[in-house]
């Protein structure tokens, strides 16, 4: 059966006696793969492109595959690497099923997830204070592992939070020595070399807005159960949230502001990993922030 979409493009174009159809999508998968020799797929003349197909050029300020996974060129993707992943793997098996127990969160996606909360500082920094952020997270299909996710990361977050109110005041030297937090945060900025990528000192930024920059950070989820769901349109001065989910980032779905993305699973498809990734897109005042770890 057509895709809703599909089944009204086809009842407009019937409306007349002669037609022509452009279609400009970044995502030409679905419609180039209809098979136009097989009947069945042909009902009611499909959207198979039947005289052209103009691929656009890339604009410069446009990130896409080369800038993502260009080995020699990438400064985006950080792998999840061989000694991290058995971590991973073991939080999350790549064969799971709906009764897997969560009980804590890798490294990697601690990792992740901090750097994440320091891109939010550095867009402040700029000025990008009612902009959308988000934080991708993919894992699983199944909601049950959503949840327990979901509640690991929002502990995670507002033990960091309580940390920054309880004790960035304090002298440098000090602070460390008090939050654990804080010192994997202070690790995740030297790590990735954000004083240079963001013109901004770990005791400047620390002092000056992080905890501003974390608290309006909430935990959202994306799947078929609606709870604990967010929305960008009900936050017009920007939602700062990260996001977890499963097939529902697959297709159609835009993350606003999207600075960080953690996936880790099985994909059978190269269109299928390109949509659920969710990387693409334009990055503007952020372009050299964002990251994608992956595997």
Not at 69 to 86: G, H, M, Q, R, W
Not at 145 to 167: C, E, F, G, P, W
Not at 194 to 221: F, H, M, Q, T, Y
Request: with cysteine.
């Amino acid at each position: 059966d057509p895709t809703a979409i599909n089944k009204c493009i086809r009842k407009i174009l019937k409306m007349f006696n002669q037609t022509t159809y452009i279609g400009i999508t970044a995502t030409p998968f679905a419609n180039i793969f209809i098979n136009p020799f097989d009947e069945q797929g042909m009902i009611n003349d499909d959207l198979f492109p039947r005289d052209f197909i103009y691929s656009l050029n890339v604009p410069d300020n446009y990130i896409g595959s080369d800038a993502i996974f260009d080995n020699e060129k990438s400064k985006v993707l950080v792998p999840i690497t061989p000694d991290d992943a058995p971590d991973v793997e073991f939080y999350f098996p790549k064969k799971h099923t709906i009764n897997l127990q969560v009980d804590d969160l890798p490294k990697s996606l601690c990792e992740a997830m901090d750097y994440f909360l320091l891109a939010n500082a550095i867009r402040d920094l700029r000025g990008d204070f009612k902009t959308h952020r988000t934080m991708l997270i993919h894992v699983s299909r199944f909601t049950n592992v959503h949840r327990q996710i979901y509640s690991l990361v929002n502990t995670r977050l507002y033990k960091i939070i309580n940390d920054l109110r309880a004790y960035a005041a304090l002298p440098v030297s000090e602070v460390e020595k008090e939050s654990t937090s804080i010192k994997n945060l202070h690790k995740v900025f030297d790590k990735y070399g954000l004083e240079k990528i963001g013109g901004v000192s770990w005791e400047k930024i620390l002092r000056d807005n992080l905890r501003r920059a974390v608290e309006p950070v909430e935990v959202g989820l994306r799947n078929s159960t609606q709870e604990h769901s967010f929305s960008y349109e009900q936050n017009p001065d920007g939602l700062r949230v990260i996001a977890i989910g499963g097939n529902s980032f697959t297709r159609g779905l835009t993350l606003e502001g999207l600075c960080v993305t953690y996936f880790y699973r099985n994909s059978s498809a190269y269109d299928t990993l390109m949509q659920m990734g969710r990387w693409f897109g334009y990055r503007p005042n952020y372009e050299e922030i964002g990251r994608a770890s992956c595997r």
